[in-house]
């Protein structure tokens, strides 16, 4: 019998494949090293691979489409329901092959090498700024102990590193200075490189036409419209606006039951990297109605102000903003201000 669907659990070291034929009889239950994965699927008859969109899944995927074979990704957490009894790895390798047959299941798109790049760029950017952070809470911590201190914000840590170079070395003893001006050396390493990365992702924002259709949007910098452009390749999975904005867990939780409609906070399912730039992009919308600019959506935001918390507010503008940004890319169209009555 030919085999026609395989489902395979990745690993670092040792892979298993499970696969069956049209009629659901098992074929393939094997084990496989790293180095012999590539080599078995050459001598295979293309057929259909499922994988869940793990750590290294876009790599294999693209590895085994370049042999002939269709390779779908699937949600680790919708694969979950179909392992029958405990979890190995020969029951999640089967629990894969069943699952990618279902004419219900979710896929995600497998990313290109350059997409993968500008990831990697934006993640790499996100570690320095958090580097950078706890590099300056540490600067104004022990600045703190021998009463040096400036106002809040990042910019203020130059002025807080001034104030150590001309410290009387009564008020701060040599041995701190040296390691104080230490650190921040090291911060200027981290600013510098920071700047560096997003000049990057700025030069790839100028030649990908859909993340500067993206940065049109009020809320939508650069940042944002490069991580949305490179993660999101096929808009058309999602078949709405709010389906995107439930992907991203900007859409309320759900514990209905018995006709019962009970929503709570926002689900914070999907990709938290992106949710997070929508909710800070939101953060400046917000803050520049209430100083007064005229947006097209000032007096929504101001109705909801109104009634709501701020933060609530911010949300709710976040979701809004994901789908007015799954419009965009679905429909290859520009941002359009609304018309006002």
Request: aromatic letters at 4%.
């Amino acid at each position: 019998m030919k085999t026609i669907t395989i489902g395979l659990d990745l690993a670092k070291t040792v892979f298993q494949a499970h696969g069956v034929d049209d009629a659901g009889t098992v074929t393939i239950r094997k084990k496989l090293r790293r180095s012999e994965l590539l080599t078995f699927f050459t001598d295979l008859p293309a057929c259909l691979i499922g994988i869940e969109a793990c750590a290294t899944a876009h790599y294999w995927a693209r590895e085994l489409a370049a042999l002939g074979h269709e390779v779908r990704l699937m949600p680790p957490t919708y694969v979950k329901a179909y392992v029958r009894r405990q979890k190995n790895d020969a029951a999640d390798a089967e629990a894969i092959c069943e699952a990618v047959t279902r004419p219900t299941m979710r896929f995600v798109p497998v990313k290109s090498a350059e997409r993968q790049s500008i990831l990697v760029l934006h993640r790499s950017r996100e570690l320095l700024v958090r580097q950078r952070t706890m590099l300056i809470n540490t600067i104004r911590g022990h600045c703190a102990e021998f009463g040096l201190i400036v106002a809040q914000g990042a910019r203020r840590a130059i002025e807080l590193v001034d104030q150590v170079r001309q410290a009387d070395d009564r008020i701060l003893p040599d041995l701190a200075r040296s390691t104080l001006l230490m650190m921040a050396d090291h911060l200027q390493v981290l600013a510098a490189q920071i700047h560096q990365l997003e000049r990057r992702l700025l030069a790839w924002h100028r030649q990908d036409q859909v993340s500067q259709r993206l940065a049109t949007i009020p809320g939508v910098g650069i940042i944002t419209a490069t991580a949305l452009s490179a993660s999101i390749s096929n808009p058309a999975l999602f078949r709405s606006g709010r389906e995107f904005a439930a992907f991203l867990g900007l859409v309320p939780r759900q514990n209905s039951s018995g006709g019962k409609d009970r929503l709570g906070r926002i689900s914070k399912m999907g990709d938290g990297y992106l949710r997070r730039l929508l909710v800070v992009g939101a953060t400046s919308v917000i803050r520049r109605v209430r100083t007064g600019a005229s947006l097209a959506s000032a007096s929504w935001v101001q109705s909801l102000l109104e009634r709501r918390p701020a933060r609530l507010v911010t949300v709710a503008m976040a979701n809004k903003t994901a789908r007015i940004a799954w419009a965009v890319m679905a429909r290859g169209e520009t941002y359009r201000m609304p018309v006002m009555a």
